[in-house]
């Protein structure tokens, strides 16, 4: 079965410094992966996805995350945080022949000022 | 503007009585989603509908029932089998799979108080 890992509970970072969330995931077949933020009492929005093609994939607010097939990974990744990133970001995975995606716990990001 | 309306936005319940969360989308989508979120637990699949008419049971479904009877709608009812209520439950929708996108688009949720 499908699963995913965000290592990461809780994660503080100090504004204007550089952070990774973590997302790992097991599948034995193709996936397409995705990362969602979700601000306080709202629904998610999708900050990026992979499908295919490069394995560095952009996405929205400067965030940028890369697959790696060998690692099951789709880390998440900006340069430089705002006090705004503060949210729950969590990582998803669907199965390329399947229609359910699966969602990680969740990590908090905390973005100290 | 395009978008999914969940209401209300804070519901409060009696234990052993049913309650119906309304989710609808005007964004023209084919598949529609339920999902109950709980800290530190992600988000939780409970039924999905790819297409009018037709739903499936999602991971945990036991304790509620769906009915998708037009495109743009897609209730959520809480019974009063369902042990644990008390959640936040957010509803999305997705293009059909054949648009290639597979992005879910979301609702802003329903925070449900069973007492």
């Known amino acids: 079965a499908q699963s995913v890992t965000q290592l990461d509970s809780q994660v503080p970072v100090f504004e204007e410094a550089p952070v990774e969330l973590r997302c790992n995931y097991s599948?034995?077949?193709?996936?397409?992966l995705f990362w969602y933020v979700q601000y306080p009492n709202q629904g998610l929005q999708l900050l990026l996805k992979y499908l295919s093609g490069s394995t560095l994939v952009k996405g929205i607010n400067g965030f940028e995350a890369e697959f790696n097939k060998s690692q099951t990974s789709f880390h998440l990744r900006k340069p430089s945080v705002h006090i705004s990133d503060t949210a729950e970001y969590f990582c998803?995975?669907?199965?390329?022949?399947?229609?359910?995606?699966?969602f990680g716990p969740g990590t908090s990001l905390s973005v100290i000022p | 503007d395009g978008g999914i309306t969940q209401s209300p936005k804070y519901l409060f319940r009696k234990e052993g009585q049913n309650v119906t969360l309304s989710c609808e989308q005007n964004l023209n989508h084919d598949a529609m989603y339920w999902y109950r979120q709980d800290p530190g637990q992600g988000l939780r699949l409970i039924y999905y509908s790819q297409i009018v008419n037709d739903f499936q049971k999602g991971d945990i479904a036991e304790g509620y029932s769906v009915s998708r009877e037009k495109k743009e709608s897609f209730p959520l009812t809480v019974t009063s089998a369902q042990k644990n209520p008390t959640a936040f439950y957010l509803c999305?929708?997705?293009?059909?799979?054949?648009?290639?996108?597979?992005?879910?688009?979301f609702g802003p949720g329903t925070r449900l108080t069973v007492t």
């Open positions: 998803a995975v669907m199965k390329t022949s399947y229609d359910k995606v699966i």
């Open positions: 999305a929708s997705s293009i059909a799979r054949a648009s290639h996108s597979y992005e879910q688009y």
């Open positions: 599948s034995s077949v193709s996936v397409y």
